[in-house]
């Protein structure tokens, strides 16, 4: 059974970078898409980036184009999503979820994902 653990996450001024990190265990990252999500307090969960099984394909949330980057390293079944300067509207707990998908596929839809992982807490503020 695939399972998925975020990490990264902290504090962080606006401004400021960090690095999520998305590992799974009990299965390899084969033929899974994987989507970043998050939820603030009192707001909807959104979707943030999305990145193919083969990685050729991503997809960005307007909100976060051009300041977030979704990479993965399937030899090591880790997925990755840099953020870069970060604004206090980005304080939110960011999960990662994986579901099979063809190879360049992307999935956007957050209802089809079936592998969530517990999230990680990303504060942005001074």
């Known amino acids: 059974q695939l399972q998925l653990v975020e990490s990264g996450g902290g504090l962080v001024q606006p401004g400021g970078s960090l690095g999520l990190s998305c590992a799974a265990s009990?299965?390899?990252?084969?033929?899974?898409?994987i989507g970043w999500f998050r939820q603030a307090p009192g707001k909807e969960r959104e979707g943030v980036s999305y990145i193919s099984y083969s990685g050729g394909s991503t997809n960005y949330a307007d909100s976060v184009k051009g300041r977030f980057t979704i990479s993965r390293d399937n030899a090591r079944n880790t997925v990755y999503l840099q953020m870069n300067s970060l604004k206090p509207e980005d304080t939110a707990v960011y999960y990662c979820?994986?579901?099979?998908?063809?190879?360049?596929?992307?999935?956007?839809?957050?209802?089809?994902?079936?592998?969530w992982g517990q999230g990680t807490q990303v504060t942005v503020s001074s």
């Open positions: 009990g299965s390899t990252l084969d033929y899974y898409a």
């Open positions: 979820a994986a579901t099979k998908a063809p190879l360049h596929g992307i999935v956007t839809v957050a209802a089809e994902y079936d592998h």
